[in-house]
């Protein structure tokens, strides 16, 4: 009952997600539009009453025209270009990606014009940092965030994330997480307990913090405890093939704990009052797992005669691999 449950959660989870940008866009978009205090800004016959303007454009494929007023008197005329919407790639995370990524292609929902725009009067063009002089689009100072995908995935370690995004300044913000986990459906133990903590330092490339791409620093650290039932032998002799020795069973308590270091690089987007935090990220992950709390303590498990996860999930001692980061965290 609980794998059959697990499964069509899974499916319907999968089924929302296709075609993400025609069914999670609409058919406008927000702009802001900044510069400095004489400056006012035309869109479709729409002029902001300050130098700051918002806009609800219409997506689209084509550049939109912008006309840049100084002093009430018409100082050029530009084009903003549309780009490939952010939710439209919400399909690669998805098993039917490719499904989705044929119904939302060339669409006008597929398409969107960046949330922020700075004009520089002196360089007569949009510029792609906020220039210090100009004021903060953002107001917000805290975001709190959770990680839906991560109480879904079925191969990593499955886990209630929340915790927040702090902003320190223009450009940078430090993340904190809390997490408490529990088993896989490849996972046969008992007792699991997980407990798992990041802090994550970001800067973000626009200088307009909780919004765009940033790079960014995590340290992730997790413990888990479980106990299992696996069959092992003391036969250490090397004249016999491993699969003929005498294997029993027993029931063990594994003590793993887990240190990830990655570099990342994501795009954070606001629709409506939700952000949307796509991320990435490379690192290198460290883990020590002991048998029965007790680092000495050694048996020669029975291994699959082909590759399994749970062979290098009950590994005991020091290991050491690459680190693959991806994932969605929402906040408010």
């Known amino acids: 009952m609980k794998l059959a449950l697990y499964k069509f959660v899974i499916l319907l989870i999968t089924s929302l997600l296709c075609s993400c940008a025609t069914i999670f866009n609409s058919n406008y978009t927000d702009v802001t539009l900044v510069g400095d205090k004489s400056t006012r800004f035309v869109v479709a016959k729409d002029t902001s009453r300050t130098n700051v303007g918002d806009f609800s454009v219409e997506r689209n494929k084509k550049p939109l025209l912008v006309s840049v007023l100084k002093n009430d008197t ?4 530009t084009h903003i270009y549309s780009s490939t919407s952010k939710t439209f790639y919400l399909n690669f995370l998805v098993m039917y990606g490719l499904v989705g990524c044929f119904i939302d292609y060339n669409k006008p929902k597929m398409f969107s014009y960046p949330k922020y725009q700075f004009f520089d009067s002196d360089k007569l063009r949009f510029v792609y940092q906020r220039p210090d002089s100009f004021e903060l689009p953002e107001k917000n100072k805290v975001l709190f965030k959770f990680a839906p995908l991560n109480m879904v995935t079925n191969f990593t370690n499955p886990s209630i994330m929340m915790g927040a995004e702090i902003k320190n300044n223009s450009s940078f913000s430090t993340n904190f997480y809390l997490g408490y986990g529990f088993a896989a ?8 307990q997980n407990f798992r903590f990041s802090i994550e330092q970001r800067k973000y490339l626009r200088n307009i913090v909780f919004n765009g791409t940033y790079i960014g620093f995590e340290v ?3 413990k888990t405890q479980y106990t299992n039932v696996l069959s092992y032998t003391l036969d250490n002799d090397p004249d016999k093939d491993y699969y003929d020795r005498e294997y029993i069973e027993g029931t063990f308590h594994f003590d793993k704990r887990v240190i990830n270091y ?3 690089l ?15 990220g490379f ?4 883990k020590k797992t002991v048998l029965n709390n007790d680092p000495k303590y050694r048996v020669n498990f029975m291994r699959s005669r082909h590759p399994n996860i749970s062979d290098y999930t009950n590994e005991i001692g020091n290991t050491s691999g690459a680190n693959l980061v991806l994932g969605i965290r929402v906040g408010f």
């Open 220 to 222: 992730d650290y997790f």
């Open 74 to 77: 018409l100082l050029k005329s």
């Open 185 to 192: 459906l490849y996972h046969d133990g008992d007792n699991y």
């Open 266 to 280: 994501g795009y954070q987007f606001k629709k409506d009052k939700i952000y949307f935090d796509l991320i990435s």
């Open 262 to 264: 990655s570099g990342k």
């Open 283 to 286: 690192g290198i992950r460290f």
